[in-house]
């Protein structure tokens, strides 16, 4: 079983930016397109930006143009860089495989955009 660890986040100041890292275990992971959701406190689960295996990107109208999603395949780590972030990118985010979730979500990390 693929499990998913994410790490990365923190309290940053709004116009600030942060990386996240999604770091899953076995090899499986280099052929799945993977994803970055987030959720909000009282919120569902969204996700914000895919990447296929061959590392096509897209992202939700929200965060384009603000976040940036790569892969390492040799390191089956997904990550996500962050800026010009602002108070309601605050949540808990998470990566899995899209369009569905097949693997068994991670802890996720926290990020808190506040002064």
């Known amino acids: 079983q693929v499990q998913l660890v994410e790490s990365g986040g923190g309290l940053v100041q709004p116009g600030g930016s942060l990386r996240l890292s999604c770091a899953a275990s076995?090899?499986?992971?280099?052929?799945?397109?993977m994803g970055w959701y987030r959720q909000a406190p009282g919120k569902q689960r969204d996700l914000v930006a895919t990447i296929t295996s061959h590392s096509t990107v897209n992202y939700a109208d929200s965060v384009k143009g603000r976040f940036t999603i790569a892969r390492d395949n040799g390191k089956n780590t997904v990550y996500l860089q962050m800026s010009s972030l602002k108070p309601e990118d605050t949540a808990v985010y998470y990566c899995?495989?899209?369009?569905?979730?097949?693997?068994?979500w991670g802890k996720g990390t926290l990020v808190t955009v506040s002064s």
């Open positions: 899995n495989t899209v369009p569905m979730a097949m693997f068994d």
């Open positions: 076995g090899s499986i992971f280099s052929i799945r397109a």
